[in-house]
């Protein structure tokens, strides 16, 4: 059974912070490099591959023209930083995101000739 006390190896662990991970290179001698935290801890990630970004790119186009055309919202595409906790910080670098408006009905009509069919 574990013990309450923390060992010298977890008190050892440095946590990273986003303020950190700002600091950190986009490129090594090696090539490009990407970066996530998982509650404090780095994570390397390697740079996606061609199908990959062809992917991200059907989902963005999708994003765009459903939402952001429409002004629903707005959609971004490219290791976009999406902060989902602090302290222990944790961020990961989403292939693509959409963010809404938050409209209620009568603006979502207003503005979207697809809701006013409905």
Known sequence: MRSAQKTKREEAVRLFTIADLAALPDE?????????????????????????GTVEGNFVTALKTQGEYRGLGIASSGDVGIILRRNPDRIVGADEAGV???????????????????
């Open 28 to 52: 090594l001698p090696s090539g490009p490099v990407r970066y996530e935290l998982d509650d404090g801890r780095l994570v390397i990630m390697t740079p996606p591959g061609f199908f990959h």
């Open 100 to 118: 809404g408006y938050g409209l209620d009905e009568a603006e979502e009509a207003e503005r979207d000739p697809v809701y006013k069919k409905k």
